[in-house]
């Protein structure tokens, strides 16, 4: 039964329970937003995020504007939705990175994973994921998806 409150209502620490305001020191609630639709101030808040993601940027063919550069900080990783699709964004040696949000061992968010320069060990089983390549260190057969990452002004945007 736990399994399926997770599925329903998401992970205690996670991205719904953040944007609801129940995670532990959260910021007050605020409505979840729609998947590619621009965030508000309170759900960027709601996420961590220290800057609202830019509105004014025109993002380039086949990229969407996924937050602030200066939002994220050094050695950080965040789940973002963006499209209808959840990506984990990192920040590691003042670049950012992109890449799935899911690891492929037992579907663990990497979002939500430890970020040790520019690896990322998953939260359930601890496999590592370097965020530049995409290349799984403990079984190297497994890799990720990663995306391009673009900054555009103060905008980071993501090929999806």
């Known amino acids: 039964m736990p ?8 992970r ?10 129940t995670a532990p020191s959260s910021a007050p609630a605020s409505p979840v937003p ?7 101030e309170a759900a960027e808040k709601a996420l961590g995020l220290s800057h609202e993601a830019p509105k004014d940027v025109t993002p380039p ?10 939002a994220l900080p ?7 939705i963006i499209g209808g699709t959840a990506i984990a964004v990192a920040k590691s040696g003042g670049q950012h990175y992109a890449l799935a949000n899911t690891c492929p061992h037992a579907g663990g968010p990497l979002g939500d994973g430890k970020l ?3 690896v990322v060990a998953c939260p ?9 390549t995409g290349a799984c260190l403990t079984q190297p057969s497994v890799t990720v998806r ?6 555009v002004g103060t905008a980071v945007c993501v090929e999806l």
């Open 3 to 10: 399994f399926f409150k997770t599925l329903l209502e998401g």
């Open 12 to 21: 205690p620490n996670g991205l719904r329970a953040r944007l609801r305001g």
């Open 34 to 40: 729609t998947p590619g639709a621009p965030r508000t």
């Open 61 to 70: 063919d086949g990229y969407e504007v996924v937050l602030h550069k200066d």
């Open 74 to 80: 050094e050695g950080q990783i965040i789940e973002i």
């Open 116 to 118: 040790a320069g520019a």
């Open 124 to 132: 359930y089983h601890g496999w590592k994921y370097d965020v530049t």
């Open 146 to 151: 990663t995306y391009k990452v673009q900054i």
